[in-house]
């Protein structure tokens, strides 16, 4: 079974930083792209970074870039989301996908992060 | 940024209803759109790919078309565990963008 879970999530002050994992089974994760999806509460879908198998490329958007960074190990089928620099705005539940076909094919459940003081 | 609108953002509908939603891009993005489902407090799941595609397991009542920047998608017969919220999001180029949802409730 295809299979995406995500951790790391939390209360963090303004200005702080956070790390998400995403461990990743049931599929070979070095093959796939992968990406970040957040959606803050009781808001619609924003997407947030894409990587490539071998992380040889990234993309983020606007509101994210120069503060989350988006990696991967592939010995390890995980996924990661730095984040530091946080601010209110950033507090959402992200998740984790597979990007096959030019669509999230697989999401995890989510991890909940809350910036505030 | 390709921005996406849908409509309606809301639709009232009955079990066997047909229901189309329909979701224009800011520009051209040839067949490059997605549709998802989302039901209260889970993840979305993917139900349409590349405008029309359906991915293994989805029902055959759910279909997508277009092209270019107008796509819709459409409900043959509406079900009860159809009642959700339903986003499109274009794949044509980075950043990727998500229309603001359409909710399905219930008639």
């Known amino acids: 079974e295809v299979q995406l879970v995500e951790s790391g999530g939390g209360l963090v002050q303004p200005g702080g930083s956070l790390r998400l994992s995403c461990a990743a089974s049931?599929?070979?994760?070095?093959?796939?792209?992968m990406s970040w999806v957040r959606q803050a509460p009781g808001k619609g879908l924003e997407w947030v970074a894409n990587i490539k198998q071998d992380g040889s490329e990234k993309y983020y958007v606007d509101s994210v870039k120069g503060r989350f960074t988006i990696s991967r190990d592939n010995a390890k089928n995980s996924l990661y989301l730095q984040m530091n620099s946080l601010r209110a705005e950033d507090t959402a539940v992200y998740h984790c996908t597979l990007y096959l076909n030019r669509g999230m094919d697989v999401w995890g459940q989510g991890t909940t992060v809350t910036v505030s003081s | 940024d390709i921005q996406m609108t849908q409509s309606p953002s809301s639709v009232s509908a009955s079990v066997g209803d047909r229901v189309t939603i329909t979701c224009r891009a800011s520009?051209?993005?040839?067949?490059?759109l997605a549709w998802y489902q989302q039901k209260p407090g889970k993840a979305p799941k993917l139900l349409i790919y590349?405008?029309?595609s359906l991915p293994s397991g989805v029902p055959s009542r759910f279909s997508g078309s277009g092209s270019g920047t107008d796509f819709t998608l459409t409900i043959s017969s509406l079900q009860p565990e159809d009642f959700a919220t339903y986003y499109c999001q274009q794949a044509n180029s980075f950043p990727l963008t998500f229309g603001g949802g359409t909710k399905v409730e219930i008639k």
């Open positions: 049931g599929f070979t994760f070095s093959s796939y792209w």
């Open positions: 590349a405008a029309s």
């Open positions: 520009q051209g993005i040839s067949s490059w």
